[in-house]
């Protein structure tokens, strides 16, 4: 499993917990944000766009709306592992990521935009200046200040050291706010054993309990 899949695997998963959510909440659909790849027509996608200087930004990977409440949410679908002896000076049971992986994983994403393309979606469209057909994205449209927008995290172990653990939590504002399956995500194409989907139907449970946990402790209280 390399990490692309486990990326998609752990976006999909949390896609479909908050699809549970919106029929809870009775709220319209989560949209999973990221533009369709220009280059490449098939359902291959990127995750991010490319800035006039040439570099990269990538998009949280959920958007959700609950009337006037909005929210954006990133998943990283680690997969942690025991070594003999313990990780580090300290002998940890898991790997324990640092403040700058919490910068560049998390931080960096396009968490203040007044609108996210949807993943998966576009249109086509007449571009008179160049007189060729050409590829738009969809786009969802941010109703509040986006700073105002709720931020969660989602993760499988919460294993950072203690100053990560503190920017990863000022950063997106409330512990509550961070939700974690304690078991990597898996979908149905990376489940091989029947022990697999076990595990699988587990940490969906996790994810999906938590998810709803941290949806009721940050909506607006009316």
């Given at each position: 499993m390399n990490d692309w899949q486990k990326g998609v695997a752990g976006e999909s998963q949390l896609y479909e917990a908050l699809k549970i959510v919106a029929q809870v909440k009775k709220c319209p659909e989560?949209?999973?944000?990221?533009?369709?790849?220009?280059?490449?027509?098939?359902?291959?996608?990127?995750?991010?766009?490319?800035?006039?200087?040439g570099s990269k930004q990538s998009f949280p990977d959920c958007y959700l709306r609950l009337d006037d409440w909005e929210s954006l949410w990133e998943c990283k679908n680690n997969c942690?592992?025991?070594?003999?002896g313990g990780w580090g000076k300290y002998h940890d049971e898991f790997w324990r990521q640092s403040p700058e992986w919490v910068r560049r994983e998390v931080k960096?994403?396009?968490?203040?935009?007044?609108?996210?393309?949807?993943?998966?979606?576009?249109?086509?469209?007449w571009n008179p200046q160049t007189h060729l057909y050409e590829r738009e994205p969809v786009y969802v449209y941010t109703n509040t200040n986006t700073r105002d927008i709720t931020k969660f995290y989602v993760g499988t172990i919460p294993s950072f050291l203690q100053s990560?653990?503190?920017?990863?939590?000022e950063f997106i504002g409330n512990e509550n706010r961070l939700v974690f399956s304690e078991h990597p995500l898996l979908s149905s194409d990376l489940c091989e054993e029947p022990e697999d989907k076990e595990c699988s139907e587990t940490a969906f449970s996790k994810l999906n309990d938590g998810v709803l946990t941290a949806v009721d402790d940050n909506l607006p209280k009316r």
């Open positions: 989560p949209v999973l944000l990221g533009e369709a790849d220009p280059v490449v027509e098939t359902v291959q996608l990127a995750r991010y766009r490319k800035l006039p200087d942690y592992y025991h070594v003999k960096s994403k396009a968490w203040n935009e007044p609108r996210y393309p949807i993943r998966d979606k576009a249109r086509t469209v990560a653990w503190f920017d990863m939590v």
